[in-house]
């Protein structure tokens, strides 16, 4: 569940005929118990897209994780082969350096540059400033499962 600007989305991996059946269940909820009136064909339902979808910085991608199940039935063993698609949301670490590139700590390909206007400054001020960029940047992409590629921005 997401609320973003007034805008509310809820996310879920069931299939379309049990989505539908949990948008009347949601708009009986509301307008039942909670006397909210609202129009429920306001309320839309979108599959996810193939490819990688950019919400609020994330790039959330639906990709299949292959799990083998080993069951033993009697003397005979068999192999289940399981197929689970799973919402990955990952970094978009090649946007994130161009934004450190933009404000000189790196270039395009994420090595680290020196600058003349940094001369002037201590290295406690230079090491404060990046510090606190990747701070907020890791606070804002906590809730990312994979986090090993914002560890190659404390690098630059």
Same mark, same amino acid.
């Given at each position: /569940?997401? =609320? ?12 379309? !005929?049990? $989505?539908?059946?949990?948008? *009347?269940?949601?708009? *009986?909820?509301?307008?039942c118990? !909670? ?28 990709? @299949?994780?292959l ?26 670490? $090649?946007?994130?350096?161009r934004? @450190?590139?933009?404000? #000189?700590?790196? *270039? ?7 600058q003349?206007?940094?001369?002037? +400054?201590?290295?406690?001020?230079? $090491? *404060? =400033? !990046? ?6 940047? +890791?606070?804002?992409? +906590?809730? +990312? ?6 560890? #190659?921005?404390? /690098? $630059?």
């Amino acid at each position: /569940y997401v =609320r973003y600007q007034g805008k509310s989305i809820l996310a879920s991996k069931d299939t379309p !005929f049990l $989505i539908k059946k949990w948008k *009347n269940y949601l708009v *009986n909820l509301c307008q039942c118990h !909670f006397s909210v009136w609202f129009q429920p064909a306001k309320i839309c339902i979108n599959p996810l897209s193939k490819q990688s979808l950019d919400f609020l910085g994330y790039l959330s991608s639906l990709r @299949l994780n292959l799990s083998v199940v080993r069951s033993q039935m009697l003397e005979n063993a068999f192999l289940i082969d399981n197929v689970m698609k799973k919402v990955d949301t990952r970094i978009p670490l $090649i946007s994130l350096i161009r934004s @450190l590139a933009k404000t #000189r700590f790196c *270039n395009v390909a994420g090595h680290p540059i020196s600058q003349p206007i940094w001369a002037g +400054s201590s290295d406690s001020d230079i $090491i *404060n =400033r !990046f510090v606190r960029i990747c701070r907020n940047l +890791s606070h804002y992409y +906590s809730g +990312s499962s994979k986090k090993k590629s914002l560890y #190659r921005i404390k /690098y $630059i």
